[in-house]
């Protein structure tokens, strides 16, 4: 594996800030993962301690879905980036 590393070291050179922008994208999109079910622990507490207003849960909502879209455009960004480079790489 690390042959292979080797043998195209001299295209990671060359695209190295497309590489490091999809890496970057893929350990932000890892960490906002992990948001969406604290949310919902949240809801599911105020749920039992009877303290969720509707104008809460509306935020909630909200919140909750402007996160999962967009954790889904940078899955596709760091997606389409680095596989992206890896057909080009294929095509020379």
């Given at each position: 594996m690390i042959s292979v590393f080797k043998k195209l070291s001299w295209y990671f050179k060359e695209q190295w800030v497309r590489y490091t922008l999809a890496i970057s994208a893929l350990i932000v999109v890892n960490v906002l993962v992990v948001i969406p079910p604290t949310i919902l622990g949240e809801v599911i507490d105020s749920i039992q301690r009877n303290q969720l207003t509707s104008e809460r849960f509306t935020q909630l909502v909200a919140f909750f879905i402007a996160l999962i879209i967009t954790?889904?455009?940078?899955?596709?960004?760091?997606?389409?980036?680095?596989?992206?480079?890896?057909?080009?790489?294929?095509?020379r």
């Open positions: 954790s889904y455009l940078i899955s596709f960004f760091w997606d389409y980036t680095l596989f992206g480079r890896a057909i080009l790489l294929e095509k």
